[in-house]
């Protein structure tokens, strides 16, 4: 197939060079154009804006930051709806607002340019390895058309139902992984008080029902005091926003998920926004006088 890929960061350039590897023909754009190096030295074909790679390809991938960015990218001067052809698939595999996903379906429908948002999990390893979880909403039938393109990024892929749902499935993902990441930075906090070596302490809990990714992963970051971002610290603060104006427009209460927010905005104003989101671990120990 044809694709376009727009967002040549931490996540798009290993993503793009994928699907060049899996045999697909790779328009991309980034912003900065040495973002596009390697996946033109590995097949790519580098594109001057977005509307330029989306008007050569059948499928178009968006990867950015943002939900302003992912407007931009698609409606905005030289965006994929001035080159999308109709008939053609729109990705958005960014993290974004479920609301604001609904919107961009409907104005691109009018078009008649189809779109799934399909937001993953898996950090930039998943990325490098293909082996992203990817969680899709949209119409079943365009779901089928271009599943070739989801197995050439990801493993675990999943429609979870109409436009908007792959976002809701992602503001879910986060709020486990935020609250479960306080969850394990206060219990190795407490076993850090007591004396007791909080290493066995993860290796104890480890084999028993509190074992989690979050805990075999973050609770080593957190033992090592390391947080070399796998997903940075204001990326997460993104993502539980979303998951925050999302509970205020259903008025829903979401406790763990607001505490995170505030750990995360903690980060932020201490100017460790580039850290990995397990840095929530500072924030516990200052607030118990623990710092290291």
Known sequence: MNVAFIGMGIMGKPMAINLRKAG??????????????????????????????????????????????VEQVLFGDNGVAAGARPGSVVIDMSTISPTATRMFAEKLQARGIEMLDAPVSGGDVGAINATLSIMVG??????DRVRPVFEAMGKNIVRVGDHGAGQVAKACHQIVVAVTSEGVAEALTVARKHGVAPAKVRDALMGGFAGSRILEVHGKRMLDNDYTPGFKTKLHQKDINIVMQTAKELGLALPGAALMMQHLNALMGTGDGELDSAAVMKIVERESGMER
Request: proline share 6%; charged share 20%.
């Open 24 to 69: 697909h023909t790779v328009f991309v754009h980034g912003r900065r154009a040495e973002t596009m190096a390697q996946p033109v030295e590995a097949g790519c074909t580098r594109c001057a804006s977005a509307a330029e790679a989306a008007a050569q390809a059948e499928i178009i991938i968006v990867m950015v930051s943002d939900t302003p960015d």
């Open 138 to 143: 949209g119409k079943p039938e365009v779901f």
